[in-house]
C-alpha cells in the first residue's frame, strides 16, 4: 500500500520535475511511510527514500516502515544535505507549509543550492482514498454516529453545553476513538447562530434549538458531522429553516458523483436555500474534504471547474443562521463514487424534537 503510494508521487515528481522532495509535514509522513511521530523528516530522490527521526521513535519506526532508509539523527538537515550532495542533486523542493524559521535554517544548511516551495504534492495523493482509508473513516462515522444517539437520552433542559459536549467526547472514547478531531460545537438557542459556537456554560432550555458538530479521530482518520435537533419544541419558523437545510442536503447526495464540477457540489445545496429565500443566511462554502486532516484538499467555490472524483470524503453541511434568533445545519461525510455517493455517517436526519 504505502509502496504504492511512492510511486505515484515519485511519479508526480518526474512530472513536475522535481528531482528532491523535503517532506516535513507529520501526516504525509504517515500516509507516505507507516510512521506516526512527533518528529520525523522524509527525503525522497529519484532512488533514495530516507526517513530521519530521533531515539525516542527509532525503534518503532524500524519496525513500522519498510521500503526507507531509517535514520536516527537530531540534526535532520545534515543528513539530507548529505544525501544529496552524494547523490549530486542541487535543487531540493520542500513543502511550503514551513516555518520561517525553517526556511531561514535550510537556506543555512543548503547553501548554494536551489530551494522551492511546493504545495501538495502529497495532498494531491491524499485526496483519493482507498479501501483501507475509507474502512478507517467509516468506523469513524460509526462511533459519531451511536454518540449522538445516546446523546440524545443525555441530553435534557437544565444541562450546558460544556456537559453534552463532553459526554460525545467521553463516549467517542469508550468506543475506540483516540481523540475528537476539533473541539466538540455544542450551540444552544441564539447560539445556535453561530456556525462555530464551541461549547459553553450556558444551560439548554426548553424552546432552543441544539447545534452539535464533532467528530472522532479513529486509527488516525476523523469523522466531522452535524445534527441539530429541537429541546421540547419548535417554532413554525424553527421547521421551515430545519426543512430546508434538509432539502439541501439531500439534493447534494442525489446530485453528488465523479465528474461533477466544484461550482456545482456547492451550487446544487445553495440554490435549495436560495429558493427558499434564504439564500443571504447561509454564509459559509458547501464543505471540504476530509481524511487524516479534519480540513484538507479539496475545497469549493462558485467559480472553480475541477471536478470531484471516485474516492474522495467531502462534507455536505449546508446551514441557515438567522443571527440572535437561532441557526440550523446538517452536516455528512460522503463517499464519492463514479456513480453517485455513499452516505458515511448514518444518525438520523429528520426533524427531532426531544
Ligand atoms: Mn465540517
Known amino acids: 500500500m504505502h509502496t504504492n503510494r511512492l510511486e505515484k508521487l515519485r511519479h508526480q515528481m518526474m512530472e513536475t520535475g522535481t528531482p528532491a522532495l523535503l ?16 518528529a520525523g523528516t522524509v527525503l525522497i530522490t529519484a532512488d533514495r527514500q530516507v526517513l530521519i527521526t530521533d531515539d525516542r521513535y527509532i525503534t518503532y519506526a524500524q519496525s513500522v516502515v519498510k521500503d526507507f532508509e531509517v535514520v536516527s539523527e537530531r540534526d535532520e538537515l545534515a543528513v539530507v544535505a548529505k544525501v544529496l550532495k552524494d547523490s549530486h542533486i542541487s535543487e531540493l523542493a520542500f513543502e511550503d507549509e514551513v516555518s520561517v524559521a525553517y526556511y531561514q535554517a535550510m537556506q543555512t544548511v543548503f547553501e548554494g543550492m536551489h530551494l522551492v516551495p511546493t504545495s501538495n504534492l502529497v495532498m494531491n495523493l491524499r485526496m483519493m482514498k482507498d479501501e483501507t482509508e475509507i474502512a478507517t473513516i467509516q468506523r469513524a462515522c460509526q462511533i459519531s454516529d451511536q454518540a449522538f444517539l445516546d446523546a440524545l437520552d443525555f441530553i435534557k433542559p437544565g ?3 460544556l456537559e453534552v459536549a463532553n459526554f460525545l467526547d467521553f463516549r467517542m472514547r469508550e468506543m475506540g476513538s483516540e481523540a475528537v478531531s476539533f473541539d466538540t460545537i455544542a450551540a444552544s438557542g441564539y447560539r445556535s ?3 462555530h459556537g464551541r461549547a459553553s456554560e450556558k444551560v439548554i432550555e426548553a424552546g432552543d434549538a441544539l447545534t452539535l458538530d464533532f467528530g472522532c479521530i479513529y486509527d488516525h482518520y476523523v469523522s466531522d458531522m452535524t445534527r441539530t435537533i429541537y429541546i421540547g419544541s419548535v417554532s413554525d419558523e424553527e421547521a421551515e429553516i430545519y426543512q430546508t437545510v434538509l432539502a439541501a442536503n439531500q439534493a447534494l447526495i442525489a446530485a453528488a458523483k465523479a465528474g461533477m464540477e466544484y461550482r456545482e457540489f456547492d451550487g446544487v445545496p445553495r440554490r435549495v436555500i ?5 439564500g443571504p443566511y447561509f454564509t459559509h462554502g458547501i464543505g471540504h474534504g476530509m481524511g487524516l486532516d479534519v480540513h484538507e484538499i479539496p475545497y469549493f467555490s462558485k467559480t472553480a471547474t ?5 474516492g474522495m470524503v467531502l462534507t455536505d453541511e449546508p446551514g441557515i443562521y438567522l443571527e440572535g434568533k437561532y441557526g440550523v445545519r446538517i452536516e455528512d461525510d460522503l463517499l464519492i463514487t463514479e456513480d453517485g455517493c455513499k452516505i458515511l455517517t448514518l444518525a438520523p436526519k429528520e426533524l427531532t424534537v426531544i
Open 23 to 38: 517532506i516535513t509535514n507529520l501526516k504525509n509522513i504517515y500516509y507516505l511511510t507507516g510512521f506516526w511521530g512527533s
Open 159 to 161: 444541562k450546558t453545553e
Open 193 to 195: 447562530a453561530m456556525p
Open 274 to 278: 436560495e429558493a427558499a429565500g434564504y
Open 306 to 310: 475541477d471536478k470531484i472524483q471516485a
